[in-house]
């Protein structure tokens, strides 16, 4: 299993059908007390990613995506980050399924986006994630730290061994 952030798009456009799977996605995902306190705005106006570029601190590159999702959460709620995070998640592995790539960023001018996009003062832009098809074809994997090295059993420090699963 991998999935890859990448953010570096192709000028191919994504189907209607593939941005609401990926905005379902979202939905489908769990919340905290199924407070479902996430709201999401799909941006797709080339205007508006541009904007959207300029209204963050590490997330230029979102002007190339086709499409972005921002997701908004409740701050006053201590879940709203874990939240955002699950939610993300969905709609990454919901596009990755129909070949749309995506990567996100976190460095938000808030005030900015805030006007921009008349985000309300009870939401807070959390994060933005950018999708569109990949450049070039994507081949191999992540490398990631085998599993004994960051997975223990019962305790930290019981390196994880699948022969010691009950």
């Given at each position: 299993?991998?999935?890859?952030?990448?953010?570096?798009?192709?000028?191919k456009?994504?189907?209607?059908?593939v941005?609401?799977?990926?905005?379902?996605?979202?939905?489908?995902s769990?919340t905290?007390?199924?407070?479902?306190?996430?709201?999401?705005?799909l941006?797709?106006?080339?205007?508006?990613?541009?904007?959207?570029?300029?209204?963050?601190t590490?997330?230029?590159?979102?002007?190339?995506?086709?499409?972005?999702?921002?997701?908004?959460s409740?701050?006053t709620?201590s879940?709203h980050?874990?939240?955002?995070?699950?939610a993300v998640?969905?709609?990454?592995?919901?596009?990755?399924d129909?070949?749309?790539?995506?990567?996100i960023?976190?460095?938000?001018?808030?005030?900015?986006?805030?006007?921009?996009?008349?985000i309300?003062?009870?939401?807070?832009?959390?994060?933005?994630?950018?999708?569109?098809y990949?450049?070039k074809?994507i081949?191999g994997?992540?490398?990631r730290?085998?599993?004994p090295?960051?997975?223990f059993?019962?305790?930290?420090?019981?390196?994880?061994?699948?022969k010691?699963?009950?």
């Amino acid at each position: 299993m991998s999935k890859l952030d990448i953010r570096q798009f192709d000028s191919k456009k994504v189907a209607a059908e593939v941005k609401s799977r990926v905005l379902e996605a979202a939905r489908a995902s769990g919340t905290g007390n199924n407070k479902q306190e996430w709201r999401f705005i799909l941006v797709q106006e080339k205007e508006m990613l541009k904007r959207l570029a300029e209204d963050s601190t590490s997330g230029g590159w979102v002007a190339g995506a086709n499409f972005a999702v921002v997701v908004l959460s409740d701050p006053t709620l201590s879940f709203h980050l874990i939240d955002a995070g699950r939610a993300v998640q969905n709609m990454e592995l919901a596009a990755w399924d129909h070949g749309v790539i995506s990567g996100i960023y976190t460095g938000i001018k808030d005030e900015k986006m805030r006007k921009d996009f008349a985000i309300p003062g009870t939401l807070k832009p959390v994060v933005v994630v950018g999708f569109g098809y990949p450049v070039k074809r994507i081949v191999g994997k992540k490398n990631r730290m085998p599993l004994p090295e960051l997975a223990f059993i019962d305790k930290y420090g019981n390196k994880f061994d699948p022969k010691k699963l009950s």
